[in-house]
């Protein structure tokens, strides 16, 4: 098997952390993808630019909130939706 040769946004510990957030989440209620929106967004809070988007996954972001806002959601909730499905398929997840 071929390694990517992509170079990875989080740092092993910064997926571990992801990972400790995202169970603690879960354990206070919350459903499993909004407990990952959080765990990312937490990281991303402690490391301010360092996981910054790229124009085009700004634009990604943007087209998806807006379908979600148009499913009803609220701003905010599809705003974070938009990011979180982007970062997804950033760390490989679709």
């Known amino acids: 098997m071929r390694k ?13 952390q992801i990972e400790h957030i995202e169970e603690s989440e879960e354990k206070l209620g919350h ?14 809070k402690q490391n301010p630019g360092k996981h910054r988007f790229t124009a085009k996954e700004e634009r990604q972001a943007g087209h998806i909130a807006a379908s979600e ?15 979180a499905t982007v970062n997804k398929r950033r760390s490989g997840g679709r």
Do not use: L, W
Request: hydrophobic share 30%; glycine share 4%.
């Open 4 to 16: 990517k040769s992509r170079s990875h946004r989080y740092s092993a510990k910064e997926h571990r």
């Open 31 to 44: 459903s499993k993808p909004e407990a990952r929106s959080i765990a990312y967004a937490t990281v991303n």
């Open 69 to 83: 806002r148009a499913e009803g959601k609220s701003a905010q909730a599809a705003k974070r939706i938009g990011f």
